[in-house]
């Protein structure tokens, strides 16, 4: 099965660094912790991390929420700006959905200050939101008024995370522009795949780090909702298949789990539940920790043992 993907991947999807691909052991996929860098513009200014993927629905918005709530848990004054105009989503993963009063598209057409419409977390000190507009249309996005927003929450926060609507056209782009960093979220599936091999391309070339000539966008690989006992029966891209195919360093794996979905239904992202019982809260504690620098292993790669009686009756 496994071959007849590759096999697939090689005659349709044109993705890059293909040549060579090999039957790799996972023994050898190691998730790489982030490089830490300061801020591009000065002593105390914030980076600017895109959580980005090209396709729709493969966990963006989930590892947005985690994220930042993560950083903001772990002492980083962070900023979340839902970029999906139109679909706001945000907000109702971090339970802030009745508390938008003013959002984005306000700040930019300046019928609120910035600090109107930034939403304070009542659980985290350190954490904010920016929610998108519900009913306005996408053309309220300029990149000139995108690039003033964050450059003043640069100066506030140490991250400004932007939570990237699907595709690669106008929101998406806004999204990644300023970015200094990605986070390419990639579900273990083609299509998946070929479309967060199109957004690095991008990230490289049509970016303002691009269009200055200045130090490419790191981008980083988040592998999400993997299922190790799909990989086992060889009907899911593994680990190494991905990461070889996209080429740019890893820095986690997120298994699939009922839990998100519970999660976000409280308003609660799942990293907030325990990670001794919820895998995900887990795993997404160690992609935060590898984005602040740390070395940590990959886990859930492998699918959990059956006990007596679940293999009897499977
Ligand atoms: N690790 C996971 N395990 C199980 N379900 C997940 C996981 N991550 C995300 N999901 C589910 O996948 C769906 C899409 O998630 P999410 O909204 O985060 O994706 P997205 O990439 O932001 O989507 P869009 O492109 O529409 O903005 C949701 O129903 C969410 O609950
Ligand atoms: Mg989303």
Known sequence: MLNGVRGAMRSSCGLTGLAGLGRVGLARVHAAARKVKGGDGGEGEGRVVVVTSGKGGVGKTTTSASMAYRLAELGHKTVAIDFDIGLRNLDLHLGMERRVVFDFVNVLQGEAELRQALIKDRRNDNLYVLAASQTRDKTALTLEGVEKVINQLKQQFDYVLCDSPAGIESGAHH???????????????????????????????????????????????????????????????????????????????????EAVLTSTNLGQPVVMQDPNEVDCSGAFRDFVD????????????????????????S
């Open 175 to 257: 999204a990644m522009y300023f970015a200094d960093e990605a986070i390419v979220c990639t579900n273990p599936e083609l299509s998946s795949v070929r479309d967060s091999d199109k957004m690095i391309g991008l990230l490289a070339s049509k970016s303002k780090r691009a269009a200055d000539g200045r130090e490419p966008i790191d981008a980083y690989l988040l592998i999400t909702r993997y299922e190790p006992e799909r990989v086992a029966d060889a009907n899911m891209l593994s680990v190494s298949d991905i990461s070889e195919m996209l080429g740019i360093p890893l820095l986690g794996v997120i298994p699939n789990s």
């Open 290 to 313: 590898r984005f602040l620098g740390k070395d940590i292993p990959l886990r859930f790669l492998e699918p959990k043992k059956k006990g007596f009686l679940s293999k009897l009756f």
